[in-house]
């Protein structure tokens, strides 16, 4: 089945440091990338989409200068949590989703990583 | 996306079969409706999804009714295992925009006991 490798599954990190999660499609090519964010006893709160070789899409809300997010291959998306605060410790999530046509054409998630900022 | 309505939680016992209802009566008629588990502290796992027909894979049945404004995912016998937050999604159809984003609800926090 489709697998969604994610990268770190925990950091720490200082305020003020920059930190980047990966997030790889193993054995599908995934024309479009998801990014979430959850905090303690909450649902996951989608922050943009990206889709390989064109600027990422943000939510509402979401800063794109704070949250970069490179979709540079068919098989991997990346995360940067620039100038972290504590305030942007939270779960981060990735989902990937195979291109139409292919034999998986769902939304595969990755593991998540724990971001703590101190 | 079309807005889904679940219970906030379920209690089933183990061995028993337990039935989680979602409601999506703003579903359109190309409009998939997924399910996802979210067990603590983990990444949502796919569960299973459908269009108009009952569908069942290894892990779960999903019962859509005929109108598709209401669907049921049924795991025929839970165990301890399957106490997580199950989520019931219909996601924007792909084009323009929104690339078939997934917008997640509250779900649903099953609590399967012994």
């Known amino acids: 089945g489709a697998v969604v490798s994610q990268h770190p599954s925990r950091v720490i990190c200082k305020s003020g440091t920059s930190v980047k999660i990966e997030c790889r499609s193993l054995?599908?090519?995934?024309?479009?990338m998801f990014w979430y964010r959850q905090f303690p006893k909450q649902s996951l709160m989608l922050m943009a989409t990206?889709?390989?070789?064109?600027?990422?899409?943000?939510e509402q809300g979401v800063e794109k200068d704070k949250f970069l997010i490179n979709h540079a291959s068919l098989t991997l998306s990346t995360l940067t949590v620039t100038s972290a605060h504590p305030e942007d410790s939270s779960f981060y999530i990735c989902?990937?989703?195979?291109?139409?046509?292919?034999?998986?054409?769902?939304?595969?998630f990755g593991s998540g990583t724990r971001l703590t900022v101190v | 996306d079309a807005k889904t309505t679940q219970p906030t939680s379920m209690d089933c016992a183990e061995g028993r079969a337990a039935n989680l209802p979602c409601n999506h009566s703003t579903i359109s008629g190309n409009e998939y409706v997924y399910w996802y588990r979210q067990i603590h502290s983990q990444g949502p796992q796919y569960i299973i999804h459908?269009?108009?027909n009952n569908e069942t894979n290894e892990m779960a049945s999903l019962i859509i009714t005929e109108d598709r404004k209401s669907s049921t995912l049924i795991l025929p016998h839970a165990t301890l295992r399957d106490t997580a937050v199950y989520y019931c999604i219909v996601p924007q159809p792909s084009g323009g925009t929104s690339y078939g984003k997934l917008t997640f609800g509250q779900g649903t926090i099953l609590t399967v006991h012994p």
């Open positions: 054995d599908f090519q995934a024309t479009t």
């Open positions: 989902s990937a989703r195979a291109r139409q046509g292919a034999r998986n054409y769902g939304y595969t």
């Open positions: 459908g269009l108009k």
């Open positions: 990206s889709n390989e070789g064109s600027k990422a899409t943000y």
